[in-house]
């Protein structure tokens, strides 16, 4: 029996044993090239699902947004809303604290409507809620 | 009362480092933890999970030093024996079958961190801290750039370079899967593959692969200058679509159908990461994301941390393998960096110069650490350049891609 043999069957014996395996050179490049290439592989197709489902949700996102551009030259021949002039002053940014965005733009629209001021000429510095 | 004194003294853990024949080694241990929590404490280097890591660690050999006349080690955190037992290795592969795999005897005859390490050999662990870093994770750079993913994947060149490297140097299969995990940068999922694979190797890899998580900013800027060119590091990149809040919920629930389905064995990290992630951007869960992202994953980091560090005892921790180890875990984070730039190049070219490559450094997973060296170094070319969000892409592909990598290493070697 050569050295190899020998060796070999020690290693087939050892595996038996414990479970654990010893990769030849060839196996050993063969495994992290086979590996490398199925991370390669099921990464390449996420993407095209990920590109897929992105497309989608573009087009569904766009559709809606196209019909009220079509509406608008109709609009925009009002003269009434064509000379109206920009309000001046903005509201800045408002820092919010524990509390929805929704609820946030429902306060500011609400404290505008009572002091019957346009929002942009008012300015918030914080919405917090008060536990 | 002066044989009670004398029993005092001989039971002492400072007689047992020369009783003990391992004694001297826990010294050293004692001195390696002590290192180590100079470098979480000091140097900051993860002190989250080091802190956890090097205290375990310190514990595990502090309480192992006395040992009684028959081996028994009575007053041990974490003992080591118990744990072969469990998997019928080491000294304890014939007779001991009664022990295989029964957490009963753990929790009869084991010590704290004996207790806390069923959750590492469980894999409940990594997992519960992939749910809290999807809870805290938004995808959304890598929705609306989707290409970013082809960078997470070229990212985990150095797993597979070192499970080749590390197979060459005398590591079994089980071992080098372990090792070259550690070039996927991600610790949870390294911890998950070695306690599967081969959790001898447990306590060295987990510090390596932290370690070299904390120094990224260190040994990814020298790669990246040398692989890349003035020109393509000062590349703007134009901004990113903004992704709707349907796309963040769906893309958590595509990802798991199509990935656990193509590669089974990622369902636990994939599962928990993009569970997580599903609780964050549903909007109608924030109690339940508050929870992945704060309280849970802080009482994980803490069971984790000292468990970990407890298997790096003397015996087993003390041997030219661990050396081994540490070297094989930088050239895996070296070359997993190379990995992702060499691809980040490719795609400059085949973009006509829109993409600047070194996003594709980010994609060695470590969030956020590793986006944040490619807008550093993006900065240094063109101090008008803002690569951050562009590298997020990337970074969190890698994430994904480390553990189709781990899956694929499970499901070859897991047996």
Redesign the interface.
Known sequence: MSIAMAEEAVNAAAEA???????D?GG??L???L??L???I??????C???I??KI??AK?KKPAEAPAAETPAAAATPAAKNLPAAPGTAGEVKIYDTDPKDAAMIMAIVADKLQKPLNELRFVSIKEVK | MLDSLGKLVTESGFAGFFSNPDGWRNLVMIAIACVLLYLGIKKQYEPLLMVGIAMGCLLANVSSVFMTSNGQLPDALYHQDLWDRFLNTGAYTVGYEEYLHNYGYILAEGGLIDILYIGVKAGIYPCLIFMGIGAMTDFGPLISNPKSLLLGAAAQFGVFFAFFGANLLGFDAQQSASIGIIGGADGPTAILTTTKLAPELLGPIAVAAYSYMALIPMIQPPIMRALTTEKERSVKMTQLREVSKTEKILFPIVVTIFVVLLLPSTAPLIGCLMFGNLLKETGVTERLSDVAQNALMNIVTLFLGISVGATMVGSRFLTFDTIKIVVLGLIAFAFSTIGGLLVGKLMYKLSGGKINPLIGSAGVSAVPMAARVSQKEGQKANPSNFLLMHAMGPNVAGVIGSAIAAGFLISMFGG
Do not use: E, Q
């Open positions: 044993t414990t479970g654990r395996l010893k990769l050179i050993n490049l495994d992290a090239v590996g490398y199925v991370v390669f099921g990464l390449s197709l996420l993407m699902v990920v590109i489902v992105g949700m573009v996102t």
